[in-house]
Each structure stands twice: as C-alpha cells, then as structure tokens.
C-alpha cells in the first residue's frame, strides 16, 4: 500500500461513485501510508471515464434554463463534470511526476479527497431531482491542459489550479446569485453544496500557488513572466471579469497579479 500507487489505481477507475469512494477513503488513510517520490509509473491512455455523460464539443453543450427542474439539473450536473475531470486532475498531479517532495504528494491527495466529496454531493443532489451523472451531454475541454502539461509539473502547476481552478472561484459566486433568485428548495441546497466547493477551492488554488513558487524558486526562474510563457505556450483559457479578488487573495495570489487581471 503506498500512496501514489494507490493514486494511479484510483485514476484508472471507471465508474464516478467507485472512484470517488475509493478516492475519499485514501485521503482518510493517506497519513498511515509510504510514499515514494521517486517512483516512476508507466502512464495509461487518461483517466479511468463512465461511458456517460457522452463528450462533445464545448459549444454544442446544450444551454438550458435553470428555472426548470431540468435545466437546474442540466446545470448541476455541469458541475458534477469539472468535479469527477478535478478528481482525475488532482490524482494525475500525485502519480504523475516524481522526484517531489513528499509534502506535494499528500497535498493532491488531500486536494482529490476533497473533490470526490465536492462530487458525491452533486451527484446526491442530481438524484434528488431524478437525475445522475452521465444524463446530459458534458465536454473534455478541462483535460486538454492537463494532456498538454503532462511533461512539466511547472507548467501542470502553473495552469491548472492557478488558472482552471482559480476560474472556479470568479464563477461560483455568479452561479449562487442566479440561483438565490430561484423560488424551489433544490436551489437553496445547490447553493449551500456550492458554498463547500468554493471554500475548499481556496484552498486547492492555494496549494497550486505554493507549489508554482516553490517550483519557480527551484529553477531560478520569474515566476509571473513564466506564467505568462506558459499560458501562452499551453493555450490556456482566457481570463476574464468578473474576479473575485477576495478568494483569489485567500488563494496566494499577489497584489501584482491580481492587478494585472484584464478589466
């Protein structure tokens, strides 16, 4: 039993309610297991995926309206999506890359740990509207840094929780407006499930935020101007306002980055 051989085994499970079982159940134990930061895996095609929710384009993405018990649905399961891809994104971190600290290692665990719970929530919530994961149509486009950056864990650290995830602490607060504006019970509990998910958030970005320092500081290089670089270089998604500083303050990010943010 060690720590990030159990990572990889829980990465290739298929199905979303096993693997977020398992994935919680190691980070509880985490502490009472080895890790060997220099243990190299030989890498799977990606990560273990349910035959649903079918994957298309981002913008052939049906856009339905949240005032319907379908469309709330529709947009919690959305959700759910970047959740189950978070859970994959955090174990990938934790396999993937060796030669770390023994710190990062348990970090991402603790970090799917904490997305698996984010999951199991919406997918209860998805149940008790009449509905699962895998009911509608979802995309890939969160995996497609996570393949670009699979030979630097720099650049993984640098795009991935500092800027996917951070999009996640600009767009949870907009969501939890809407859907105050709602008259059904489902939505007071959606709101309440979304105000864990940007909590622990905070703290996932933070951990990005750590470990892009301490990797910048280990190579000599700047680490704005590299993150610039590699945004450019791994495509990443542009972002745009509507920001929340005070999370992303929460989260490590600089007065200089964040007032380098595009109006």
């Not at 955090?90 to 799917?112: K, Q, S």
Request: aromatic share 8%; proline share 6%; charged share 20%.
């Amino acid at each position: 039993m060690e720590l990030r051989a159990q990572a990889l085994a829980a990465f290739t499970l298929a199905d979303p309610a096993q693997k977020a079982a398992v994935v919680r159940t190691l980070a509880a134990e985490a502490a009472s297991l080895a890790c060997n930061a220099a243990a190299a895996f030989d890498a799977p095609a990606g990560p273990g995926r349910p035959d649903r929710p079918p994957l298309i384009h981002p913008r052939a993405v049906p856009k339905r309206s949240p005032h319907t018990v379908a469309g709330h649905a529709a947009l919690m399961h959305s959700i759910a999506h970047i959740e189950f891809n978070a859970i994959n994104l955090a174990l990938d971190a934790a396999w993937r890359f060796d030669g770390l600290p023994e710190a990062y290692y348990r970090d991402w665990i603790e970090v799917a740990g904490e997305e698996a719970l984010h999951f199991s929530l919406l997918q209860a919530h998805l149940q008790g509207l009449g509905f699962a994961y895998g009911d509608f149509d979802a995309h890939d486009g969160l995996w497609t840094i996570c393949v670009s950056t699979e030979g630097d864990v720099l650049a993984r650290m640098a795009l991935v929780p500092r800027t996917l995830e951070a999009r996640g602490l600009d767009a949870t607060p907009l969501i939890q407006a809407k859907l105050r504006n709602l008259p059904y019970v489902h939505a007071r509990e959606a709101v309440l499930i979304l105000d864990r998910i940007l909590a622990d958030e905070v703290g996932h970005v933070a951990i990005g935020n750590h470990w892009f320092h301490y990797l910048c500081d280990e190579r000599g290089v700047e680490a704005e101007a590299y993150y610039r670089e590699a945004a450019r270089l791994h495509k990443a998604p542009t972002l745009k306002p509507p920001f929340n500083l005070a999370a992303r303050r929460a989260a490590g990010f600089s007065e200089a980055e964040l007032a380098a943010l595009p109006l």
